[in-house]
């Protein structure tokens, strides 16, 4: 049993915003060389969030519109960490025969609701 843990930094250029991380975390997984275990892909911040979802642009930007839409009963400094919470923080998910484990139209998801700064997500996987 192998554990193999990568990290890697984020910087959005607007105050909110969103990119697909699935072809990164593939590259994870392959230079891990594991073939068969379980992953894991988190934001190390309460304000940014990872979750699988549809690539589509329509369906991202409406996410981010519900979020900052139901944020807004918040104060100012509380609305972002709102937004993680209500998105998730974290997916964890299978490998198989060295491939993530995600429906047809699933990716991983990587959504900043305070960007125009660095931030980081951390992978680990462990298998053989």
């Known amino acids: 049993m192998n554990n193999v843990k990568q990290t890697f930094t984020i910087t959005i250029p607007s105050k909110t915003g969103y990119m697909d991380l699935t072809e990164d975390v593939m590259e994870c ?3 891990a060389n594991i073939r068969n275990g379980i992953i894991s892909i988190s934001s190390m911040h309460t304000t940014a969030s990872v979750f699988t979802a549809t690539n589509d642009i329509e369906a991202l930007n409406g996410y981010l519109k519900y979020y900052e839409k ?3 009963l918040a104060e ?3 609305r972002a960490a709102i937004c993680h919470q209500l998105a998730g923080g974290s997916v964890v998910t299978a490998i ?3 491939e993530i ?3 047809l139209t699933q ?3 990587y959504m900043d609701f305070d ?3 660095e931030k980081t997500v951390e992978i680990n996987i462990i298998g053989e």
């Open 29 to 31: 997984v392959r230079r």
């Open 96 to 98: 198989c025969d060295g």
């Open 115 to 117: 960007g125009e700064r």
């Open 107 to 109: 990716y991983i998801i």
């Open 76 to 78: 100012e400094p509380l």
């Open 70 to 72: 139901v944020s807004t």
């Open 101 to 103: 484990s995600l429906g």
